[in-house]
């Protein structure tokens, strides 16, 4: 069973976060300077052994300028093999970047 990402608390530069706080500070982090270029980066990932945390990432970065950042951290659970462990990593970023 997937869980929305809205439904996840996120950690930032100023604590827990909620979705709709994430979006806003975005938000603003683009309308403070709209002219520079901008990346938004998205990933998971874990350790490598049969039980492990997943963590999920998403960067904004303002190209030659900062970042602003927040992560993620599911519950440990067993990982039964590797591919296993590659696909979880994968829906967990495509879910988070569906959302955002």
Same mark, same amino acid.
């Given at each position: 069973?997937?869980?929305s ?12 976060v909620?979705?709709d706080?994430?979006?806003a ?8 300077? #709209?002219?520079?270029?901008?990346k ?28 602003i ?5 599911? #519950?440990?659970r ?12 994968a ?10």
């Open positions: 069973m997937n869980v990402m809205k439904d996840v608390i996120f950690h930032g530069s100023r604590g827990d909620s979705f706080e994430i979006i500070d975005i938000i603003c982090f683009v309308e403070r300077d #709209p002219q520079r270029f901008y938004v980066i998205i990933g998971s990932d874990s350790r490598a052994v049969s039980s492990a945390a997943l963590v999920t990432a998403v960067t904004v970065w303002r190209v030659g300028n900062g970042a950042h927040f992560w993620t951290k599911a #519950p440990e067993v990982f039964y093999t590797m591919q296993e462990r590659i696909w979880q990593e829906i967990a970023s495509i879910t988070l970047a569906q959302e955002i």
